[in-house]
């Protein structure tokens, strides 16, 4: 997951689009929710650079990139205005003061929109059922001390909870047809009871997104 460093739609595509760049990812997504398809999900984009997770290196080879439209980290003018780095004013609402779970001090960072979360979140759990991947990672993680994206604001912890559930449903039917092979009448009627129940859970943690609101780190 990455902020694209900019607070418009078309200076993200314009950018992604300029062969100067030598960057992409396989969506955009604005800050009304709109999507934008950049890269086909059956080839690679150029995303993370220098990158890592785990045993695993240049996570280009390994990974969907998904930019979301956000100025992300800014700094503050001597009005006190929050700037982006081009020096864009953000509004004062639109911003929340935190620190980046690797450095010391705070600052104001360009806040996420609901319509982002709600548009994210669906398309991670089509893709999630597509291709069945294994963790949701920010820039920050796989690109340590390099990047900070998405940053504090955005609700990594309760994305990533939302978009993995789908391994738990395929644990569940495992398990049910393990247990009442022997009764397949049982086993559907478990299953359709355990499906139901998860599928109103992730629903209603989708609405929660716009209802609620999630919790940041």
């Known amino acids: 997951m990455h902020y694209t460093a900019g607070p418009t739609l078309d200076g993200a595509v314009s950018w992604l689009t300029n062969l100067e760049a030598q960057a992409s990812a396989h969506l955009v997504i604005d800050r009304d929710g ?56 953000i509004p004062s609402e639109d911003v929340t003061v935190a620190k980046h779970k690797e ?47 998405p940053g504090p604001v955005f ?13 738990r449903l395929k644990k569940i039917v495992l398990n049910l047809i393990r247990l009442d092979s022997a009764d397949k009448t049982k086993t559907s009627l478990r299953l359709k009871r355990k499906c139901a129940a998860w599928k109103d859970d992730v629903r209603m943690r989708i609405l929660g997104f716009t209802s609620l609101g999630f919790t940041s780190q």
């Not at 390994?62 to 930019?67: H, L, M, P, Q, R």
């Not at 609700?155 to 391994?167: E, G, H």
């Open 34 to 89: 709109s999507i934008v398809q950049m890269v086909a999900f059956n080839r690679r984009a150029w995303h993370a650079g220098k990158s890592e997770w785990g045993n695993l290196n240049g996570m280009n080879r390994y990974s969907f990139g998904i930019e979301l439209v956000n100025a992300g980290k800014l700094s503050k003018n001597a009005k006190g205005q929050w700037l982006t780095w081009s020096k864009k004013v």
């Open 103 to 149: 450095e010391s001090s705070e600052t104001g960072w360009h806040e996420y929109t609901e319509a982002q979360i709600q548009a994210a979140s669906m398309v991670g759990l089509l893709l999630h059922k597509t291709y069945s991947f294994t963790d949701v990672l920010g820039y920050d993680d796989v690109s340590p001390g390099r990047k900070v994206d």
């Open 155 to 167: 609700p990594m912890n309760s994305f990533r909870s939302i978009l993995l559930r789908f391994s």
